[in-house]
């Protein structure tokens, strides 16, 4: 299944990653250090590191027809990244990361809840999930208005490597299943 290159919420444009757009992911909110806190991905010390990952996006929608999504404000202001990760036919994960000037206006929600609506048009999705820091409780307030649901506490599950540690962290995660939302 091929998702959309773009969609539109009310107040968000969201657009399939291109190379050209690694010099604003960097300096807008991949080398942020309060952006990427939380995140299970190294925070970005160079364009070069954004580059690496817009290819990998690119692998990821050329392997499965989803991937990450780029979120601009109806103004045209590269508010952050999104995006659905299909891991089998029948589940999917989903998250974001948010500049900082982004936080606070309901954009959070707004993403998320987008994630869900695109995620139900995979016919044989029956899951998406995320996971969130359990000390992040701004996202774990975000997941839960957007419908999903606290399954639990995975423990020593996840590294998150901008946190100074090395050790895998417990994790929440939070789920949602075909006609439960």
Known sequence: MDLPAELDTARLHFRRPTPSDAAAVFSRFAADV??????SWARHRSVGDTREFLEA??????????????????????????GLHLETPYRASTGYALARDAWGRGYATEVTRAMVALAW??????????????????????LEKAGFER???????????????????????????????
């Open 151 to 181: 399954e639990g506490l995975l423990r020593k599950y996840l590294v998150f490597p901008n946190l100074g540690s090395h050790e895998p962290s417990d994790v929440l995660v939070y789920g949602l299943v075909r006609g439960s939302g």
């Open 121 to 142: 048009t995979i016919p044989r999705l029956a899951r998406l999930y995320a996971l969130c820091h359990p000390h992040n409780v701004a996202s774990a307030h975000v």
């Open 34 to 39: 309060e952006v990427t806190r939380y995140l």
């Open 57 to 82: 996006s690119d692998g990821e929608w050329g392997a499965h027809g989803t991937g990450p999504y780029l979120v601009f404000s109806r103004e045209g202001v590269l508010s952050g990244a999104t």
